[in-house]
């Protein structure tokens, strides 16, 4: 099945600097990948995904970039600011397959920004 | 447009003991897929439903069970209740075969 790997684990930056997390899959199948933002107590909220046929998606200061022959996949967050901070979440989804229901998650980023 | 809801927020349960959570999903979508999320962990696919049937499962014991009823909302049933068990329970709903997956705000479970 699907392995999804995250790094970093924890991420620490200054109000205004750029943020990158990056995940690596191991099915060559996954063709789409979402990422969601969740904040302390509170439910995942996607924030931006890309699927297989795409190189890369932009979204204000989000950004995700995707490399299927390497099997990874990255997020960037430009200016960041403290309401930035939260914990992300990389996933991976084989859409065309038996698994096209099965998201699977990485370990999480807890990202902070400190003002 | 209502987002995806999910009740109770909380419970406690004892060890041995049977739960039931539900979940709504989003105005317009069809698919109700569950996660149990461990405290500091990724959200882990338990399973999906659409048009009333199991259609996806991840490597959950059989003491995991769901439903779905007509009006598209889901039931996750646990059986015999073992600490390890104790989680936020996310479902998140999407339409069809779309892609895109929207989580309710989890119950959080617990087993004493």
């Known amino acids: 099945g699907e392995n999804v790997e995250q790094h970093p684990s924890t991420l620490s930056v200054q109000e205004g600097d750029s943020a990158v997390i990056k995940c690596t899959y191991s099915?060559?199948?996954?063709?789409?990948f979402p990422w969601y933002k969740q904040e302390l107590g509170k439910r995942p909220q996607l924030i931006i995904d890309i699927r297989s046929n795409v190189g890369e998606k932009k979204d204000q200061r989000i950004a995700v970039t995707l490399n299927k022959t390497a099997k990874h996949f990255s997020l960037h967050i430009t200016e960041t600011q403290p309401e930035d901070s939260a914990v992300y979440f990389c996933a991976a989804l084989d859409a065309g397959g038996t698994s096209y229901g099965k998201l699977t998650f990485g370990q999480g980023t807890i990202l902070t920004v400190h003002p | 447009d209502a987002g995806v809801t999910q009740s109770p927020t909380h419970l406690i349960k004892t060890r041995g003991q049977q739960v039931t959570l539900r979940c709504s999903p989003k105005?317009?979508?069809?698919?109700v897929s569950w996660y149990q999320q461990a405290l500091g962990q990724g959200p882990q696919f338990i399973f999906q439903y659409y048009e009333e049937e199991e259609r996806q499962r991840g490597n959950f014991p059989d003491r995991f069970s769901g439903h779905q009823f007509p009006n598209y909302s889901s039931e996750l049933n646990v059986n015999a209740l073992l600490l390890g068990d104790s989680a936020l329970y996310l479902c998140?709903?999407?339409?069809?075969?779309?892609?895109?997956?929207?989580f309710g705000p989890g119950t959080r479970l617990t087993v004493t």
């Open positions: 105005s317009g979508h069809d698919t």
């Open positions: 998140a709903s999407s339409s069809g075969l779309a892609t895109q997956q929207y």
């Open positions: 099915d060559s199948a996954s063709n789409y």
